[in-house]
């Protein structure tokens, strides 16, 4: 029997996970927004990490990864709308 459940796992479409690590000297909320921007159209984000670094006196560096999956395509219900775009 655990034969068959591993092949069943090789058969079947594996989920992916990924990270995208982006920075702002602005705040960490500009950091988190280039870093969404860089993640695959069909991603899920599964948690956000952020460090605050101090480059040298009263002047940070936010640097923040976000961590997501994507599940293979077709597999996935569209959650895109029918209607025209404006």
């Known amino acids: 029997m655990p034969l068959a459940g591993a092949l069943f796992l090789a058969l079947s479409p594996a989920v992916r996970a990924g990270s995208i690590t982006a920075e702002s000297i602005w705040d960490k909320k500009s950091a988190i927004e280039r870093a969404e921007a860089q993640i695959p159209a069909n991603a899920t984000v599964t948690n956000t990490k ?3 670094v101090n480059v040298h006196i009263g002047n940070y560096r936010y640097i923040c990864t976000v961590e997501y ?3 293979p395509s077709g597999t996935t219900p569209s959650s895109e709308s029918s209607a025209p775009a404006p």
């Open 69 to 71: 999956t994507t599940a």
């Open 50 to 52: 952020c460090t605050v």
